[in-house]
C-alpha cells in the first residue's frame, strides 16, 4: 500500500512559480514511476510530467516542457513538481500518482495510488 500527500499549492499571478511537492510512504521501488497529473474544471485530467525510480529518467508533456521540472529530493524524500512562468491555463487540482513503470507514462490508467490533489490558481 501507498499513500501519497501533495503540499504546496496556492494562488500566483501570471509569471509566478510555485513548488508542489509529493510525499510518499510505503512500498515504491525501481519498477515504479512516479506522477504528476492535473485536472481543470471541465477538463481531462493531463499528465504533466513522471519520474521513473530505477533511472531518474523524467517525461513531461508539452505544454509545460519548458517551464515545470519534475524532480525527486532524496533529503526531503519528496518527488517535487518545479514549476515557473505560471500561465492562467495552469490552473488546475494538481495530484501525486503512483503506478508501474510503462508507455505512455501519462496514461491515467496506470496508476493506481493517488493523492487528494493540492490547488493551484493562475490569476492574469
Known amino acids: 500500500q501507498v499513500q501519497l500527500q501533495e503540499s504546496g499549492g496556492g494562488s500566483v499571478p501570471a509569471g509566478g512559480s510555485l513548488r508542489l511537492s509529493c510525499g510518499a510512504s510505503?512500498?515504491?521501488?525501481?519498477?515504479?514511476?512516479m506522477a504528476w497529473f492535473r485536472q481543470a474544471p471541465g477538463k481531462e485530467s493531463e499528465g504533466v510530467a513522471a519520474y521513473w525510480i530505477a533511472n531518474g529518467r523524467t517525461f513531461s508533456a508539452d505544454s509545460v516542457r519548458d517551464r515545470f521540472t519534475i524532480a525527486r529530493d532524496s533529503a526531503r524524500n519528496t518527488l517535487d513538481l518545479h514549476m515557473l512562468r505560471l500561465k492562467p491555463e495552469d490552473t488546475a487540482m494538481y495530484y501525486c500518482?503512483?503506478?508501474?513503470?510503462?508507455?505512455?507514462?501519462?496514461?491515467?490508467?496506470?496508476?493506481?495510488?493517488w493523492g487528494q490533489g493540492t490547488q493551484v490558481t493562475v490569476s492574469s
Open positions: 510505503g512500498f515504491i521501488s525501481g519498477s515504479h514511476l
Open positions: 500518482a503512483v503506478g508501474w513503470y510503462g508507455m505512455p507514462w501519462n496514461d491515467a490508467k496506470r496508476y493506481n495510488y
